[in-house]
């Protein structure tokens, strides 16, 4: 080991992924110790730091070229010892002049002032912040005015950042790529367009609100004649998620479906106020989408939208069919509260896609309308790898037993589907035509049936979603 050059004994450690594994082989020798000190990028700690706050200095000095620091108190009790505060933050931007990637998960003891000792990190480019309550809206400007290179940005259940200039200096930025806002419950979609000319260079934007504390605290900012109309630019958003947002039509978060020209993956997640327009639009703009998951929301009752019943039809999946060539992924699902004689789509409207682009995976939960005449269709999916069914009750065991010739599935997951039985599987058992073959809480179907029906069985019964 003396005779090897450092170059190699650094991609030997550069190999070992384990934490552990890589901790066991520092300590061998001297050298290995010091190369692996020397070499460590990326540290992640928790509930084991303590006292937090000499341990997190003894790491830096240990370690001084990290860029990468996750520290996480999940499942934390004040007998585990005392967090990390804003003096640990201190000393962590003080001791890694290379950090450029940090976590904060479930760091209740950490304030804005620690992150004012953070905006001394002039590297840092990525910040991931969960469940910290104590930071506010002042905290974060402080740190985007002192970290100028940041490209990444992650808030998830911030509860108290209750205040946006720090969202309009970013857009200021125009450095930001990964935007996502989760939970942050002061946080609205009108809020997003502070970002201004940001949105030209943002690549990945998440957006999740909290719904029930929206409608009870701040509904009346979100009504729909108050929105302002907005020229948003976002050619090269490649990947959108928006959940449980209101979509005004023709404006906000609306504009940026329909200019998203490099798309490749949208997620619209119970999403109220999407049109068909909406998703024409985007269909037609977006080539290249790869991912599409619909979440359809069952309650168009608020009265934010009496008087413009929305409801996505079949319009929307004809011209993701027609203009979307390269879809290889499509997740369709209706909330619980959905009826099987309102289900937005039919079932041409599904196969118009399956048959159109070159879908491997396609998901299906709660969608009423696709039963045995859709799994026939499938026998033409020249393309599809992976099936997943959730609450399509209209699909019997003549239907499963079609699933021998899909030409290419190798994936099949079943979950609380009350019309097949036993018997949908008997072309399947001996066939081992499936690689993984997933069954959970299907009431009628039992683990002695489906043994030999794939090379690896996965099976679950929990019949408690039925009372």
């Given amino acids: ?30 050298r290995l110790y010091e190369l692996d000190n020397e ?5 992640r700690v928790g509930c084991g730091l303590d006292p937090a706050n000499e341990a997190l200095a003894s790491f830096c000095n240990r370690f001084p070229n990290l860029t990468k620091v996750e520290i996480t108190y999940s499942g934390w009790m004040s007998k585990l010892g005392k967090q990390l505060d804003d003096q640990g933050l201190s000393i962590l931007s003080g001791n890694c002049p290379s950090l ?8 209740t003891f950490i304030t804005d002032i620690g992150l004012c000792y953070l905006a001394s990190c002039s590297k840092l480019s990525a910040l991931k912040l969960n469940f910290t309550p104590r930071i506010t809206g002042c905290g974060i400007l402080s740190l985007v005015v002192g970290c100028r290179n940041l490209t ?24 930001l790529e990964d935007l996502s806002i989760k939970n942050c419950r002061s946080i609205g979609e009108g809020d997003l367009i502070k970002l201004g000319p940001s949105w030209q260079k943002l690549k990945r934007l998440q957006f999740e609100v909290d719904a029930n504390y929206r409608y009870m605290k701040v509904y009346d900012r979100l009504a729909v004649d108050r929105w302002q109309r907005q020229q948003i630019p976002c050619e090269n958003m490649q990947e959108l998620s928006l959940v449980n947002c209101i979509i005004s039509p023709g404006r906000g978060l609306a504009c940026v479906l329909g200019k998203c020209q490099n798309l490749e993956k949208i997620h619209l ?4 106020g999407v049109r068909d327009s909406d998703i024409v639009s985007l269909a037609q703009k977006s080539s290249n989408l790869q991912s599409i998951s619909l979440r359809v929301p069952s309650d168009f009752s608020l009265p934010l939208l009496m008087n413009n019943p929305l409801r996505l039809t079949d319009e929307s999946l004809k011209a993701i069919a027609q203009n979307c060539l390269m879809l290889e992924t499509v997740r369709i699902s209706f909330s619980d509260g959905e009826f099987p004689s309102f289900s937005s789509f ?9 048959q159109n682009c070159p879908v ?34 209209e699909i019997t065991d003549e239907g499963l037993q079609l699933v021998s010739q899909f030409p290419r599935l190798s994936v099949l997951r079943l979950s609380k589907c009350l019309g097949i039985t036993d018997d949908g599987f008997k072309t399947l058992v001996g066939s081992f035509k499936l690689n993984l073959l997933a069954v959970e809480d299907c009431p009628q ?18 019949l408690s979603w039925m009372y």
Avoid at 269 to 272: A, G, I, N, Q, Y
Wanted: net charge negative.
């Fill in 1 to 30: 080991m003396d005779e090897l050059p450092d170059h190699l004994v650094w991609e030997i450690l550069g190999r070992i992924r384990k934490t552990v594994d890589r901790n066991t082989v520092s300590l061998v020798c001297k």
């Fill in 39 to 43: 070499h460590r990028i990326s540290l």
């Fill in 100 to 107: 450029s990637d940090l976590t904060l998960s479930y760091c």
């Fill in 152 to 175: 990444i940005l992650h808030l998830i259940r911030c509860l108290n950042v209750n205040s946006v200039e720090w969202l309009e200096y970013l857009g200021k930025l125009e450095t």
């Fill in 269 to 272: 997640d119970l999403c109220v």
């Fill in 346 to 354: 039919t079932l041409n409207g599904i196969l118009s896609v399956i």
């Fill in 360 to 393: 491997r995976e396609l998901a299906l939960d709660h969608v009423y309308s696709f039963n045995d005449v859709g799994m026939e269709a499938l026998c033409s999916a020249q393309h599809l790898e992976t099936l997943e069914l959730v609450r399509c009750q």
């Fill in 445 to 462: 179907i039992s683990e002695r049936a489906i043994y030999g029906a794939a090379r690896s069985i996965y099976f679950r019964q929990d």
